[in-house]
T-cell receptor
């Protein structure tokens, strides 16, 4: 069966520090991958999505970037965090190909920027 | 551009009663999927129900069912026999199938409280 992992689960970082959040999917190949951010009590904002290695579509450029170095690995990065980057970050995957997409989510990373 | 609208920011229901959450969407495509997700206080996103646009029959999962009106672009969620554990944020979501548009778009959510 397929599983999706995110780490770290919780992160507290100072303003101006770098960021690296990792998402990996097991049990499938060539998934579509997504990064979302959720501010407290609010909806999900799509940040990036990827349909293959090295293929990244950006919805909210700002100071965040994403990379997909391997088929089942999706990384969210920043060189310098802002206070507004605080939030709950969710990674999701959907299967490509036949059968239709059903998105599944990882457990999330709670990021606090101080 | 595809959009998903949930017009009810908050709702409440008494335990054992029925509640309906609304969702409308906008797309020019014919082939797509619709979803309802539940997000409890743990913030884990849990898939509640899935509907394929080409199917006229409404999807059901135990106490959860949808009213899918394709022409009206409406996709409401009905929760029967509400339980305290149903208290959560509920999100409606949309994704195209096929083609080159893989964006998964969410509504802003409805906070449902089930009262004892």
């Amino acid at each position: 069966s397929q599983t999706i992992h995110q780490w770290p689960a919780t992160l507290v970082q100072p303003v101006g520090s770098p960021l690296s959040l990792e998402c990996t999917v097991e049990g499938t190949s060539n998934p579509n991958l997504y990064w979302y951010r959720q501010a407290a009590g609010r909806g999900l904002q799509l940040l990036f999505y990827s349909v293959g290695i090295g293929q990244i579509s950006s919805e909210v450029p700002q100071n965040l970037s994403a990379s997909r170095p391997q088929d089942r690995q999706f990384i969210l990065s920043s060189k310098k965090l802002l206070l507004s980057d605080s939030g709950f970050y969710l990674c999701a995957w959907t299967a490509s190909g036949t059968g239709g997409p059903t998105p599944f989510f990882g457990p999330g990373t709670r990021l606090t920027v101080l | 551009a595809q959009t998903v609208t949930q017009s009810q920011p908050e709702m409440s229901v008494q335990e054992a009663e029925t509640v309906t959450l609304s969702c409308t969407y906008d797309t020019s495509e014919n082939n797509y999927y619709l979803f309802w997700y539940k997000q409890p206080p743990s913030r884990q996103m849990i898939l509640v129900i899935r509907q394929e646009a080409y199917k006229q029959q409404n999807a059901t999962e135990n106490r959860f069912s949808v009213n899918f009106q394709k022409a009206a672009k409406s996709f409401s969620l009905k929760i029967s026999d509400s339980q305290l554990g149903d208290t959560a944020m509920y999100f409606c979501a949309f994704i195209h199938s096929g083609g080159s548009n893989y964006k998964l778009t969410f509504g802003k959510g409805t906070l449902l409280t089930v009262n004892p």
